[in-house]
């Protein structure tokens, strides 16, 4: 692992191609799952105010889980994450033929909402583990390496695409760009220690 300020990186994501390709995943990280997005505090108030910008385009099987216990659940005391559907999809998923697209994401880029979406959900493959409180705690992104997502492997090494690189916008959203340009020093910085200690 390395280190940028308060945040410890896995070295797994220094040489990791990726770009999400939809065509081949159909949005497989929105459907597959024991439970809901994980969310940041702020979050569920945003969920529950983008709710009347996107209610007209969500599924009816949704809207019923919605109607019972709302956008959010409390995963365990004190964690929440996105109300889903059968344990499965996210309530603000919905389908284009096959693929399951974020409704708040469509919203976002129509103009529609400030919110584009779970912070969490716009970092995967990278998750965020939390140890310690206040100004003491530290942030560690790990690369969560699942099947689901070896369709965008593949994609990135056909466009030579990077993970540390994909994945700019979501990281400066979550630490700024001052921070994600110490990022990628470090993460160049890394890649030469590894080559230099590697075995000869």
Same mark, same amino acid.
């Given at each position: 692992?390395?280190?940028?300020?308060?945040?410890?990186?896995?070295?797994?994501?220094?040489? /990791?191609?990726?770009?999400?390709? @939809?065509?081949?995943? @159909?949005?497989?990280?929105?459907?597959?799952?024991?439970?809901?997005?994980?969310?940041?505090?702020?979050?569920?108030?945003?969920?529950?105010? /983008?709710?009347?910008?996107?209610?007209?385009?969500?599924?009816?099987? /949704?809207?019923?889980?919605?109607?019972? #216990?709302?956008?959010?659940?409390?995963?365990?005391?004190? %964690?929440?994450?996105?109300?889903?559907?059968?344990?499965?999809?996210?309530?603000?998923?919905?389908?284009?033929?096959?693929?399951? #697209?974020?409704?708040?994401?469509? /919203?976002?880029?129509?103009?529609?909402?400030?919110?584009?979406?779970?912070?969490?959900?716009?970092?995967?493959?990278?998750?965020?583990?939390?140890?310690?409180?206040?100004?003491?705690?530290?942030?560690?992104?790990?690369?969560?390496?699942?099947?689901?997502?070896?369709?965008?492997?593949?994609?990135?090494?056909?466009?030579?695409?990077?993970?540390?690189?994909?994945?700019?916008?979501?990281?400066?959203?979550?630490?700024?760009?001052?921070?994600?340009?110490?990022?990628?020093?470090?993460?160049?910085?890394?890649?030469?220690?590894?080559?230099?200690?590697?075995? %000869?």
């Amino acid at each position: 692992m390395f280190a940028v300020d308060h945040v410890l990186v896995s070295d797994a994501v220094l040489d /990791a191609p990726f770009a999400c390709n @939809l065509g081949e995943c @159909l949005g497989a990280c929105c459907v597959h799952g024991d439970q809901g997005a994980p969310l940041e505090p702020e979050e569920r108030e945003q969920l529950e105010a /983008a709710l009347p910008v996107v209610h007209h385009k969500l599924r009816s099987e /949704a809207l019923d889980v919605i109607a019972r #216990k709302g956008v959010w659940t409390e995963e365990e005391p004190g %964690q929440y994450g996105t109300a889903t559907v059968g344990g499965r999809e996210c309530v603000f998923v919905t389908y284009d033929k096959s693929v399951a #697209k974020c409704t708040l994401q469509q /919203a976002h880029h129509l103009g529609r909402l400030e919110f584009e979406k779970p912070i969490s959900c716009h970092l995967y493959p990278i998750r965020v583990e939390t140890h310690g409180e206040g100004e003491d705690a530290i942030e560690v992104l790990n690369y969560e390496q699942i099947e689901l997502c070896k369709p965008a492997v593949r994609s990135g090494r056909r466009t030579a695409s990077q993970l540390s690189d994909f994945l700019r916008k979501p990281l400066t959203r979550k630490y700024g760009p001052d921070w994600y340009g110490r990022f990628q020093e470090a993460v160049q910085n890394r890649r030469e220690i590894l080559i230099d200690s590697s075995p %000869q």
